[in-house]
Every structure is written in C-alpha cells, then in structure tokens.
C-alpha cells in the first residue's frame, strides 16, 4: 500500500519533490498546500489547499507531510507555525540517491536525484540535499540546511542550523559553517565560517557590508 505524500509549497522547489515522490513507488503524491488557495478542492486526483489545513489532511487521508520551500527561514516558519509533531513529516530520497545505511536523515528532509549521503553523518530535519550534492562521512548537518546542488562537504564537516551552501561549493574537511550562514555559489570553504554571515570566492571570505 502506497503512502499519501502531501507537499506543503507550489512553486518551483515543489516541482522537483513532486519528481522525487514518483521515482519511489510506495508513495503517492497526494496534493499540495500553498496560501495561494483559499480553499480545498480537487482536481484531476489531488488536493489543493491553504496551509493551514494540513493537520485535516493528517486525520481525514493519513497523509504525510514534505515542506517544499526552498528557502530555509521561510521552510523554518511554516514548520514552527503549523506546529505538527516530526512523526507527520516524511522523509523522501530520490531512487538514484546513494545513502549509507550508518547515516542518519531527520524527518521533513528531502534528498534529490544522485545526491550521496556517506557513512555516519548526521542530517537534521527539514533539510534539502539538492542533485548531486555530496555529503561525505562523518557530516553533521543542523535543521533546515540547503546543500544545493553539486556542492560537496569533506569529511568530518558541520553546517548549522539554516545555513546555505550554495551551488558547485567545496568545504574541505573538519570546517564548520555556523547558523543561518550562507555560503556562495562556486566558493571553497578552507576556514570556519561565523553564524550569520556570507562568504563568496576561492577560498571563501567574508563579505562586507557597504557603508
């Protein structure tokens, strides 16, 4: 019996999790809840509907919940508003993706196409490991982060919580990128990147606010 899967987001990130429920044939897309529809209705075999109803769709179908946000404080906000206990969240990879049975994946975390998942690292909740991004032994990964594809963290590497690491990003091993940080596309991360911050270029820096 295949379980309903209800994602939580329409636009662009929920397209790619929508492709990700289909590649595993014990799951079902069953709809999609975005503040866009101001009321449920059905159409050609899925549900629609505002946010706010997820916990009906819990109780009346059995569904499972993906937030499909790709942005992480907004990912965060709708996770901390709804407020539904972890076990209603379901945790998707992508067939094609390579995941070590001594890793860990919290609940609400999604796994792209030909992502790699080494052995013992530790991924938190509601997390994004995007196409092809690699995430060597030994990680530990906070809540809401976004590996975005084709980056890659060495070993042994921390990425707090809702920090970014941006597209085709390199962090060499046992660095750490503090909270809510993000990382810029193409950078490689040789030293510890500080809570709240942005770094860009190679090897990555901090960038400075303009006066």
Known sequence: MSRKVMIIGHGGHSKVITDVIKSNPHLELAGYLDDKYDQIIYRNGLY????????????????????????????????????????????????SAVISSSAS?????????????????????????NTCAVVEHDNVLGDFVHISPNATLAGAVKINEGAHVGAGVTVIPGMEVGEWSVIGAGATVITNIPSQCTAVGVPAKMKVKEL
């Open 105 to 129: 994946i919290g609940s609400g975390t999604v796994v792209m196409a030909n992502a790699v998942i080494n052995a013992d690292s530790q991924v938190g909740s509601h997390c994004i490991i």
């Open 48 to 95: 629609y509907g505002p946010v706010l109803v997820a916990s009906q769709f819990i109780k009346r179908l059995s569904v499972r919940l993906i937030i499909g946000i790709g942005n992480n404080e907004v990912r965060q906000k709708v996770a901390h508003k709804l407020n539904i206990p972890s076990e209603f969240y379901m945790t998707v990879a992508h067939r």
